[in-house]
């Protein structure tokens, strides 16, 4: 597989429910993102990994905790949501973080989630 | 507070005219600007990077000018086919990495 990839790509679930999005780059790259869009709204930054490290935590509730074991992978684990966190939740990898050309960043295509 | 504006309405353009797009901000000192179509129900795919010292980018049939007197970023799509129709995403990029998006606009580009 090339690219970005994201599992799953719709989830439905309740309040009380616990669950994980994965994201996986196939690039190289060396920092990570977890962005929510919500409907005709601006991208939303919530959280950045540059080298397995969190660099920036957008002031995310702590019902959404991530996780980077590796420059490959990142996860967020998500847990007690609420209704209005129903939105789209995309990752993006870039070759590093810290201004400059290489900063295009590559989106994969989204988890759809639906909050009851 | 930083703020990044872009036109909410939809642009319906007839093909093979051009289409612009404008990105304007405020209270913020970007060293590059970029802009990205998304499709429905995907991620957003990078287009075009314009550095701050840069005044005009091209690509195929796309052009991007960056006036930071003026704060602000025009997007050009000439000669518009009906699979240009998406919406386009500027980011305004500080000189350590911080990132930040517009809410986009949408083109529809009719035959």
């Known amino acids: 597989e090339t690219g970005v990839t994201q599992t799953p790509r719709h989830l439905v679930m309740g309040m009380t429910n616990k669950k994980s999005l994965k994201c996986e780059q196939h690039?190289?790259?060396?920092?990570m993102y977890w962005y929510k869009q919500s409907a005709k709204k601006p991208l939303e930054l919530m959280f950045v990994?540059?080298?397995?490290?969190?660099?920036e935590n957008n002031s995310v509730p702590s019902r959404f905790s991530p996780e980077c074991p590796n420059s490959s992978h990142l996860f967020l684990h998500l847990h007690t949501l609420q209704p209005e966190d129903s939105a789209l939740y995309l990752c993006?990898?870039?070759?590093?973080?810290?201004?400059?050309?290489?900063?295009?960043?590559?989106f994969g295509p989204g988890t759809r989630l639906t909050v009851l | 507070s930083q703020k990044i504006e872009q036109n909410s309405e939809a642009l319906n353009i007839q093909e093979g005219k051009t289409a612009t797009l404008t990105c304007n901000y405020t209270?913020?000192?970007?060293?590059?600007l970029q802009w990205y179509r998304q499709d429905p129900g995907r991620g957003p795919v990078f287009l075009l990077l314009?550095?701050?010292?840069?005044k005009e980018k091209r690509k195929e049939r796309l052009k991007v000018t960056f006036d930071t007197t003026l704060k602000q970023s025009l997007f050009h799509i000439t000669a518009s086919q009906p699979a240009d129709s998406a919406t386009y995403l500027c980011?305004?990029?500080?000189?350590?990495?911080?990132?930040?998006f517009g809410a986009g606009t949408q083109v529809v580009v009719t035959p």
């Open positions: 993006a990898s870039s070759h590093t973080t810290g201004g400059g050309v290489d900063d295009e960043q590559f």
């Open positions: 690039l190289g790259h060396n920092a």
């Open positions: 990994y540059n080298f397995k490290e969190q660099t």
């Open positions: 209270n913020y000192s970007p060293a590059y």
């Open positions: 314009i550095r701050e010292n840069e």
């Open positions: 980011a305004l990029e500080d000189s350590w990495g911080k990132f930040q």
